[in-house]
């Protein structure tokens, strides 16, 4: 048991600084996504696809180690949740306390990453709305509706209502 416990701590170390990357790299994200640096954002995102495989890995190996320490204490693995798990140490307190402390430490780092993660979908948003308020502009500044100004031949001049026409300045304003 002891050496389950050892290795549950060790898996729960790596998955800490594992998350702490990807911590590192939304928060690298956030200015890259002001600045509307593409390609930039693209290799952050490619690097956070690595880190999040990585963290994949590492969750997949705690479940394993948790599924055998539920089946020494004679619990169901999916059952066992950590907070269970330390409470259930009282009479093995050094174990206990390295549990308690990874698992806040592995929680505080999520919730950071999902902070940033949250800011960084609100600005990304905010620039998809700011692209199609620009793209709506140009669109619009083409469709604009002709005048009825006829030439000699009875046909239309084709000017745009309220599209000034380029390179003249309106001196009566």
Do not use: W
């Amino acid at each position: 048991m002891a050496s389950l416990l050892q290795n549950l701590v060790d898996v729960l170390d790596r998955e800490c600084a594992l998350y702490e990357r990807l911590l590192d790299l939304s928060g690298k994200k956030t200015p890259v996504i002001v600045e509307r640096d593409l390609k930039k954002l693209a290799k952050i995102t490619e690097d956070e696809q690595a880190v999040v495989s990585l963290i994949s890995a590492v969750d997949k190996e705690r479940e394993a180690v948790m599924d055998s320490i539920a089946e020494v204490i004679g619990e169901k693995g999916n059952d066992l949740k950590l907070t269970d798990l330390v409470r259930m140490l009282n009479s093995r307190p050094n174990e206990q306390r390295s549990l308690a402390i990874q698992r806040d430490k592995l929680k505080s780092i999520s919730s950071n990453v999902q902070r940033v993660n949250d800011q960084n979908q609100i600005l990304l948003q905010s620039s998809l709305e700011m692209v199609q308020y620009e793209m709506n502009i140009i669109q619009s500044a083409r469709r604009a509706p002709e005048t009825a100004n006829y030439t000699r031949h009875a046909g239309t001049r084709g000017d745009l209502i309220a599209v000034a026409p380029m390179g003249r300045f309106d001196a009566k304003q």
